[in-house]
């Protein structure tokens, strides 16, 4: 499974923008997209998940109410929107993949719980 994250770039406090994660490869073998990010000096930390089949999304605090995780069947491709942004959402997001066959019992809220990753993408919120 290959995965590319666009979307990032500069916006002022309170605008919008659109992740988007394409995803290849062994497609069929996913069974949950999920998105990440890390800011300068900070670890990884969870953003927003659903299961590859659209039915379940999952949110981080920090992002439930401004953020939207969809999915695109005919693409393959993932999106985060990303609304209200504030100067603390500033991080190189990462969109990430669990596939069936990976380890059982792991948190989809952390890192562990994906197998595959794609390069990040740098979010910039200016206040």
């Known amino acids: 499974v290959q995965l590319q994250a666009s979307g990032g770039g500069l916006v002022q406090a309170g605008g919008s923008l659109r992740l988007s994660c394409a995803y290849s490869g062994r497609t069929f073998s996913i069974s949950r997209a999920g998105w990440f990010r890390q800011a300068p000096g900070n670890e990884r930390e969870f953003v927003a998940a659903?299961?590859?089949?659209?039915?379940?999304?999952y949110y981080a605090d920090s992002v439930k109410g401004r953020f939207t995780v969809s999915k695109d069947n005919a693409k393959n491709t993932v999106y985060l929107q990303m609304n209200s942004l504030k100067p603390e959402d500033t991080a190189v997001y990462y969109c990430a993949a669990r596939s069936l066959g990976y380890i059982s019992g792991l948190s989809l809220f952390t890192e562990r719980g994906y197998d595959y990753w794609g390069r990040g993408t740098q979010v910039t919120v200016s206040s």
């Open positions: 659903m299961s590859w089949s659209g039915t379940n999304t």
